[in-house]
DNA sequence: TACAGTCGTCAAACCGGTTTGATTCACCGG
DNA sequence: CCGGTGAATCAAACCGGTTTGACGACTGTA
């Protein structure tokens, strides 16, 4: 590859005068300027970033810390890593993915070694022991989920509490006065994941101030057991007139059984979820729900580590982001 | 951080000796190179990477591929690139994710500003534009995938003719004499993907062979119509037997569609497909099915290119994996 | 007319590694 | 006792960028 001495020699001037004609932070007249980008055509000039790394000490790099977690349901997952990178992107950063089984250990390699200027932590739990990690780095990081302490570092996630008494509120305002909550699986609960614990609370806070009766259901970690569950749930709660279902698993059964049983939506039962659009392209789910509008949540995110990375000074901002409800018509007065 | 300089100071020797010890290209006393050692923990040294890059020419970094294709299933794609960062990891790599909505950019720009050793593509197409950019790039690139012209690179794939073919034979040998082919839909054969086109085309070459009758039926590329699709299939050759399906999509609503019908499996229908066990966490899909093993054809491509950063003039080489048979019990002698 | 300020450019130093050539010393074989 | 060999180390050059200080040529102003 053509080194900026190739594209000074090219054009007849100094290594320094390219830098400045590239960086433009000096003045540098339009003939030489012209020149030099000729020079960069003819020779296909494009810079080292080892190189520009090492004399600048930035390397347009993000570190994007996934942690390993297998129950995760995936399709989500992916989406969230392809907006990072799309998001970075357009904010002139690379992504580095780091899946070290100890995201610790991940994080401090590619912060010791200057490989990237901060990190974006997926899939923060309450007590995320990457969180120290990225503040003994000393380097810019952002959490995209809410830890118990966070205060030290960037955050945004979905306001998950907001999403769980907008649902339950949904409900209350159409009569609705005993409610079956299909929770997450418990193995999920002891994944200590912020948001799967502020959902599941506020549900259950809100019911008991709207004054509606909850019947909480943990659907079934194994799919094989899921309906059987959910079934269950349904034979022991005759008398509800609707579903809160947090579990994308459930949602996904749930036609199914409703059809088996000849259950109408919303006639027989109103229906109220929490999953996003991009299960539209796998599963037909035809109810209201609450999105999590990753491309929103994430990109936030995104922005926040760039400007950190812009102005580390910058005070400590803490974003829970309003969820949307879309109303797909599953629900109705009783 | 500290530098080698630092080290250097500290352990009382010059820089050129601490990089010496650490790399072993010279004798090196035990006393100093202890000395060196306990320098660098007091020092919590850690090579800058873009120095390294600068000084070596390598960065000890691939460049992951990811096209921009909305269709495919996201599960799956997530898998891949989990399992690609993993392995290299364990080869001592890091990995760049780049998802450029235009792949050529993306090469060009990760390649010429020499910040990966080499590439990874996924998801090939038959006629895949991104090889050429590897080419000019003259870095070392590995397809996961087969493309028609790819005699330059490196290319690792799952035999998806012979999983066409031991998924007919399998039915052919039972007796099954006519078979409702589900396949992909057309939107995917649109994307010109090889292994779409290759898995195709072995079922209805050997269902020829095997004097086997095929109705071949593309499934519905939204969910919407999925179950529809499925049950015309089953509405228009009612004297198949069994039932060959390819598209995941019509795999998740077929417990459904059969239990509605009182249809069961084996019993009244074979069911041979072609999935791998990542769905067995999200849905529970008892059919006998072709593997897709993504970890081993992953893993082989990462270990490829590898290889050819170490050595590249090693022969290119083309290798198809031979699929794995898990049989679950759902096809029976007719 | 002299002086200050700006423009345009270059040479040199620096970022943090690796690699090479030179040097010293001990040991070995003839 | 001498020449050769290998061990152990250092200084210097290099990788390809950026940044800084210096300098000559202009321009505008007092």
Not at 97 to 120: N, P
């Amino acid at each position: 590859m053509a080194t900026i001495g190739d594209v000074a020699k090219y054009a007849g001037v100094s290594r320094s005068t390219v830098s400045h004609a590239l960086s433009g932070k000096r003045p540098i007249s339009l003939e030489t300027r012209q020149r030099i980008s000729e020079a960069i055509v003819a020779l296909q000039y494009t810079a080292n970033a080892g190189a520009k790394a090492l004399a600048t000490s930035k390397t347009s790099t993000l570190g994007l810390i996934v942690p390993y977690t297998p129950a995760e349901f995936a399709p989500a997952r992916m989406q969230y890593v392809m907006i990072v990178s799309e998001t970075a992107r357009e904010l002139g950063f690379d992504v580095l993915m780091v899946t070290d089984f100890d995201g610790r250990a991940g994080i401090k390699r590619v912060t010791d070694s200057s490989r990237v200027d901060g990190v974006i932590l997926l899939n923060v739990t309450r007590h995320d022991e990457r969180i120290g990690s990225v503040l003994a780095a000393a380097k810019p990081g952002v959490l995209i989920g809410l830890a118990d302490d966070n205060a030290a570092l960037d955050s945004v996630d979905l306001d998950f509490a907001a999403a769980g008494r907008s649902m339950v509120r949904h409900l209350a305002e159409r009569g609705h006065r005993r409610v079956i909550f299909v929770t997450l699986p418990t193995e999920m609960f002891l994944q200590d994941l912020g948001y799967v614990w502020r959902l599941h609370e506020s549900v259950i806070d809100e019911a008991q101030t709207a004054g509606l009766a909850l019947t909480v259901v943990h659907d079934a970690a194994d799919p094989k057991d899921r309906m059987r569950v959910l079934a269950g749930a349904l034979d022991a709660t005759p008398d509800a007139t609707a579903l809160l279902v947090h579990s994308v698993g459930a949602l996904i059964d749930l036609p199914v059984l409703l059809s088996q049983r000849r259950i109408s939506v919303p006639r027989d039962l109103s229906v109220v979820g929490l999953f996003g659009d991009e299960f539209g392209a796998m599963f037909a789910l035809p109810y209201t729900a609450v999105e999590p509008s990753p491309e929103v949540v994430v990109s936030r995110a995104v922005h926040l580590v760039a400007e950190r990375i812009e102005d580390p000074s910058r005070p400590v901002v803490q974003e829970l982001l309003a969820p949307l409800m879309v109303d797909r018509g599953s629900t109705r007065e009783v």
